[in-house]
């Protein structure tokens, strides 16, 4: 079996067939993950800020530095994260997902002092923080490179970098959503950094923005051509755009279906046959659309995640447990097996 041409992906995007598309993805999936194990984490999203300079059309959760909002915004303090992290260990927890907006004045200093005293006083948690764009902005506000950012940011404690701020990448999409964020170009040279100086990243898109077909080719490119030149990221997740509470809300896309996701996620599998997980989500579709997810070609299914706040802020509400998450897995005929950040399955199934 080899990876999907460019056509064939486009023509799965216009075709009817779902079912036939859906077998193809978990053939594959099969093959390479022929132990019939779907994996879980047990970890937590932190967003230590809501400020934010960006204001993309498409988030309902960030704010801004002025303005009557700017009154709801907030920086977390030190010891309120500790404490988090603290609860997440007490849970069973592994890791740390950790991003926030883009604040001119937390510069490298603020967060290796914050990366530094979470490993002092948690020396088993990963930390898996700090989209694309954070690391673009800290790096400016502080005089860095990207590269001695990211070499600082690890040095202090940093362990892999999310894949977040992906969206669609495609420049005139991310130009029509939020024109302040990073390039495509952009988002690449964090994740190929990354992964010269040795550092696992995971992969993201947000999809069902008014994109075209071949614009959602164009992200699955982009991330296939990096992954054969570095072999670094370690998961693909995409996701549907939850439009509610947001500037985008009301356009003249509507939310994206169950069958669209569907496709989505047995077209990335296919495509992206050189990226070893691929993850079904439950946070925007919920769990049983996840659960046929795991038949369209996705062998992992996020996290339990004890803390989310900013699709909820897009109005979506779903929540799950580990138990209920196993109990998922297995009634979709898998054997559930918790994870760490890195897809390391050392724990009891």
Partial sequence: MVALTRKQALDYFSSDDLIGLGMEADALRRKLHPEGVVTYIIDRNINYTNF??????????????????????????????????????????????????????????????????????????????????????????????????????????LDSIPGGGAEILDDEVRHRIARLKCSTADWILVHRTAHELGMRTTATMMFGVGESFEQRVNHLEQVRRLQESTGGFTAFIPWSFQPHNTALGGRKWDEATAVEYLKVLAISRLYLDN????????????????????????ND??????????VRAAGTANCTTEEELRHVIRDAGFKPVQRDTLYTTHFLA
């Fill in 52 to 157: 934010c300079t960006e204001y993309c059309s498409f988030c309902a959760f960030y704010r801004p530095l002025k303005g009557k909002l700017a009154a709801e915004g907030y920086i977390l303090d030190f010891d309120t994260i500790y404490g988090k992290i603290a609860e997440t260990i007490a849970m069973g927890g592994t890791g740390i997902l950790m991003q926030g907006g883009l604040h001119p004045e937390l510069t490298i200093d603020w967060f290796e002092r914050l990366l530094r005293g979470i490993k002092e006083r948690f020396p088993q948690i990963w930390l898996h923080c700090f989209s694309a764009s954070e690391i673009l902005s800290i790096a400016e506000y502080s005089g860095l490179t990207v590269r001695d950012a990211i070499l600082r940011l690890r040095e202090a404690g």
């Fill in 275 to 298: 990226i070893e997980n691929v993850q079904s989500s439950w946070v925007t579709q919920g769990l049983k659309v996840l659960q046929l997810g795991l038949r369209f070609g996705g």
């Fill in 301 to 310: 299914v996020g996290s339990v995640m004890l803390e989310e706040n900013v």
